[in-house]
């Protein structure tokens, strides 16, 4: 069989099929575990104002970080009086950590295996996906990055988060190996935390707003995971 025809073999296994299921990875962090939240308003009224003031914080975080952000700043973006703020929420830190545990739900909730053409469809679908999410709460990393260098509780959250991303790139990582063609001699987990830092990297940077990004980003995954890759 020649190389032209092992390749067409290859897609025709591969299209219209799923990714590999991931494996099991950590627990999702709890953002908000031992937090006293005050409760959720019942009330459409106060449930807008609520997601007003999170919208704000996620822009004027964005902008300027999480101590250049005041909690007046924030309450007026929304239309709101600092009183109402703290109806909400107990503080400036509280707010963040809810932003941060909505980001991590949208995450976890992210098709890890959706269906493609191809493998490398499948890849940029996942990744796609991961991309858009991470920009919508891109103010809230800047926040959190920085909010963290000065918080050990903080800090020791971070650690979590990046191991449970970690883990979930693993799982996937792993999958793909398994499949016909695939390198066996991949240190998956060495890659999946390499990865990982690079996506939390790049939310930390303009860069990820770049359309070309998530080509290239799936490029690495299918060259470093693949001898065939021109077949993926």
Known sequence: MSAGERRQAKRSRTRGKKAPARTAAAERPHMLAGEKLPPEP?????RDKRAALLRAALE??????????SIS????????????????????RQLLLVLMDDLLQKL??????PAADSLRGAIEA?????VATDLAYAGAYRAWREARLSDRRLFALDARIRAW??????????????LPG????????????LMDRLFWDLLGTTM?????????????IVYTLFEDAAAV
Do not use: P
């Not at 991303?165 to 398994?178: D, E, K, P, S, Y």
């Open 42 to 46: 019942a009330q459409r009224r106060s």
């Open 60 to 69: 004027l975080f964005g902008r300027g970080g999480f101590e250049a952000t």
């Open 73 to 92: 700043a924030i309450a007026r973006r929304a239309g709101s009086a600092v009183g109402g703020f703290y109806q909400h929420f107990r503080s400036k």
């Open 108 to 113: 976890e909730r992210i098709d890890m295996q």
């Open 126 to 130: 996942v990744l796609s996906a991961g």
């Open 165 to 178: 991303t970690t883990a979930r790139l693993r799982g996937v990582f792993g999958a793909l190996q398994q």
């Open 182 to 193: 695939a390198r066996r001699d991949i240190e998956v987990a060495l890659f999946a935390a």
């Open 208 to 220: 990820l707003a770049d359309a070309r990004v998530i080509g290239a980003l799936a490029q690495i």
